[in-house]
């Protein structure tokens, strides 16, 4: 199971390459709003950049047990796959998240949820995402 990790971000210049490709590839948008990772400042503009992502849940997945519909479902391996017919836009999944990971598309009304497909780390200039293997 393959699952995003940022692991060298003393090297992020923010240049929100990541997030751009993410939003691109994954809804069809150029807009950082629908991108599935999230580059912040840890303080200001001196400050350290650190990525909001998907923390690939594996045993207890909040976003998905909160999820009225069933719209959110386990992926093996961790984290959770979204099936779009299936959600209601009630925004459980966004509240639950413990890393603030999922955020809301409110012109789609869907939660905008990593897939751990790894194009963010592939267009990464800085090498600071790594997309790596999990051992179960």
């Known amino acids: 199971m393959k699952v995003l990790k940022a692991s060298a971000m003393n ?3 923010g240049c929100l390459s990541c997030m751009i490709t993410c939003a691109a590839v994954n809804q069809q ?3 950082i709003l629908k991108s599935a990772i999230h580059i912040k400042t840890s303080g200001g503009l001196s400050g ?3 990525a909001i992502v998907c923390q690939a849940c594996k045993d207890d997945v909040p976003c998905a047990e909160v999820c009225p519909t069933g719209a959110l479902v386990k992926r ?10 299936k959600c209601v836009g009630c925004q ?6 413990t890393v ?32 790596t293997e999990e051992v179960q």
């Open 11 to 13: 090297r992020c210049i």
């Open 29 to 31: 948008n150029h807009s």
């Open 48 to 50: 350290k950049f650190i």
């Open 76 to 85: 093996e391996g961790g984290g959770v796959l979204l099936d779009k017919e």
């Open 92 to 97: 459980c999944c966004v509240a639950a998240c």
């Open 100 to 131: 603030d990971a999922i955020t809301f598309d409110h012109v789609a009304l869907l939660p905008i949820v990593c897939k751990h497909c790894g194009v963010c780390a592939r267009f990464c200039p800085h090498k600071c995402l790594q997309l």
